[in-house]
Structures are given as structure tokens and as C-alpha cells.
């Protein structure tokens, strides 16, 4: 906890960077803000101050180091939506560009609320700012009271699986767990597939270091050709261009219990929307027999 005077030099450091922040991105994080309770903060924890001082801190990333480019956003439905991409690039820079092309660029914006892993409120300063920042762990409960919330839902179906794989296994999906699917049907709520394109190569990783991942309480400890050798300065990711393909929204029916047989086909489905939507991407950035090797629907069981 912080006492009173760190508190508020904290509040005058975030007051600061919302000075910051352009006028169309702080009034697109209002525009996406629904009610507020008498301390500033929704249902869920968001508190949009904290939100616009990332934001104001970081929107450069998104603008000039990564140069996130936006394909197809417009087709993503208002209402209760479950946003669904590829993981990859050994740090969650993936979902933090799309968290901010979705306030930036959605119309109207959105404000995306991430499903984290359970481990990650154990990080010390993390666990207090995600939540402020819409993020919450991906419980079912969790997820099923944001879609009656009508909110947008980010969801990575690999997991710490996709988000932590080696270089060599760039643009292959690892395989999709069930959960989201049968959110979703519970929900009854549209699918957004989306592919993410750029940061496999903004972070990539040689090996994973298990012996240090699991001393540290980490799903995995990435080597990468600069970090640990160039220490903090090799941990910066590569400026490589990002871009963010959506696909077309996919809406199910049927029972979120049904068995697991039954639920692969349409999991394939959605799996089959991000391949093509990763496909058309690379094949843009002249990647196309790369792709053609790299995610056949043949290794998505490997």
C-alpha cells in the first residue's frame, strides 16, 4: 500500500501524462467508459485516469515504434463481443496493441478487457494496475460477467502456450483450449477473430530457460539473441510494423456443455478465420511460402 505522500506524488506523475495524451484518444476512452461509481472506478475496476496515463505513456509504441497498422476493424459488432487472436512474441506486446487499436481505431472505441492467466496478479505492481486497466483474470465468472456487460472481451486461446514459443515456431498456432468457445456459447456472444502480424518478430525467443522459469514462479524465462547478453537494453523489443487483420465475426449456437468432439469443429473454425487472416497478412509482407510451411492445418494438433 502506498502511504499518503507517495500517493499523491503518484496522482500528480498520472495527471501529468494525461496533459499528455491527444484529445481524441482521451475522448474515445470516454466515449468507451460506461458508468462510474462515487471513487472513479466501473463495475470491474477500470478506472479510465489510470487508463489515459498509460495510454499517454505508451500510445508512441503504437503510432511510431511499432507503426500498428488496422485491417478490417470496422467489422467488429457493438455489443457484447469475445475478441479472439493468435499469442505470440514472448512478451504480451500483442495484446497491448490490440487493446489500442481498439480505443483508437474501433468505431465506436472500445475498451478491451483482457482474460489474464491466474499467475499474473501474483507480480508485484501488475496486479494492482491490470484491473485499473480492464484487464481481469480469465475466470469463467469473470468472463460471463463482462459479455452481460456488453463489454469487448480479449481473449488468446494458446495461452502462455503461444505467447512463449520459440522463433521456429513463428505463425504456428499452438492448440486452442475449449474454454472461450463454450463462454461464448453460454454468452451468446459474436466471435472476433483476429490475427496479429509483427510481433513473433519484435521478441524472438531461442529457447525457454525452465530451470530459472520455474525458480522464479514463470511459465517460462525467454532467451532471445540480446537478452540476457545486453541485459535491460537487449529486453527492448525490435521495431518491427504490427498489424492487426480482423476477420469477419463468427456467431455460434448451440450448448456450451456439449462434448468436446462436438466443440472441435467449431474451435477449427475459428482457428481456420485467424490462419486465413495470417495468411493474407504475411503474404502482404512478401512471407508467403513461409506461411504456406509454417501453419498447415496438419501440425495444429503438434
Not at 494496475?129 to 480492464?134: A, D, I, S, Y
Not at 502456450?161 to 513463428?170: A, D, I
Not at 537494453?233 to 480482423?246: C, E, S, V, Y
Request: charged fraction near 20%; charge should be neutral.
Amino acid at each position: 500500500m502506498l502511504d499518503i505522500a507517495e500517493e499523491v506524488r503518484v496522482r500528480l506523475i498520472r495527471d501529468k501524462l494525461i496533459e499528455l495524451l491527444p484529445e481524441d484518444w482521451s475522448q474515445r476512452v470516454d466515449a468507451a467508459v460506461g458508468p462510474l461509481n462515487s471513487a472513479g472506478f466501473d463495475p470491474w475496476g477500470l478506472d479510465p485516469r489510470t487508463l489515459k496515463a498509460t495510454l499517454a505513456a505508451t500510445h508512441w509504441l503504437f503510432t511510431t515504434y511499432f507503426r500498428v497498422h488496422c485491417h478490417g476493424i470496422n467489422e467488429l459488432p457493438a455489443g457484447k463481443v469475445m475478441v479472439v487472436a493468435n499469442h505470440s512474441g514472448q512478451m504480451p506486446i500483442d495484446a497491448a496493441m490490440l487493446s489500442m487499436a481498439l480505443i483508437s481505431k474501433a468505431d465506436p472505441p472500445r475498451i478491451a478487457r483482457g482474460m489474464v492467466d491466474y499467475w499474473v496478479p501474483s507480480l508485484p505492481f501488475i496486479s494492482d494496475l491490470f484491473p485499473r486497466l480492464g484487464e481481469l483474470v480469465g475466470s469463467p465468472q469473470n468472463c460471463l460477467d463482462l459479455l452481460a456487460g456488453n463489454q469487448c472481451v480479449m481473449v488468446f486461446p494458446e495461452g502462455t502456450r503461444g505467447l512463449g514459443k520459440p522463433f521456429t515456431r513463428r505463425y504456428q498456432l499452438e492448440k486452442f483450449g475449449t474454454g472461450f468457445l463454450r463462454l461464448a456459447l453460454e454468452a451468446k456472444a459474436p466471435i472476433m477473430p483476429v490475427a496479429v502480424i509483427g510481433a513473433e518478430e519484435a521478441y524472438p525467443g531461442l529457447f525457454n530457460l525452465r530451470p530459472l522459469a520455474r525458480l522464479l514462479g514463470l511459465p517460462y524465462f525467454p532467451i532471445t539473441p540480446f537478452f540476457p547478453l545486453f541485459g535491460a537494453l537487449g529486453a527492448l523489443p525490435i521495431p518491427t510494423r504490427i498489424t492487426l487483420r480482423f476477420g469477419k465475426p463468427i456467431t455460434f449456437k448451440g450448448d456450451p456443455d456439449m462434448p468436446d468432439e462436438k466443440l472441435m469443429p467449431l474451435i477449427e473454425e475459428v482457428n481456420g478465420a485467424i490462419r486465413e487472416e495470417m495468411q493474407r497478412g504475411l503474404k502482404a509482407r512478401g512471407l508467403s511460402i513461409l506461411t504456406a510451411a509454417a501453419i498447415t492445418p496438419e501440425e495444429q494438433g503438434d
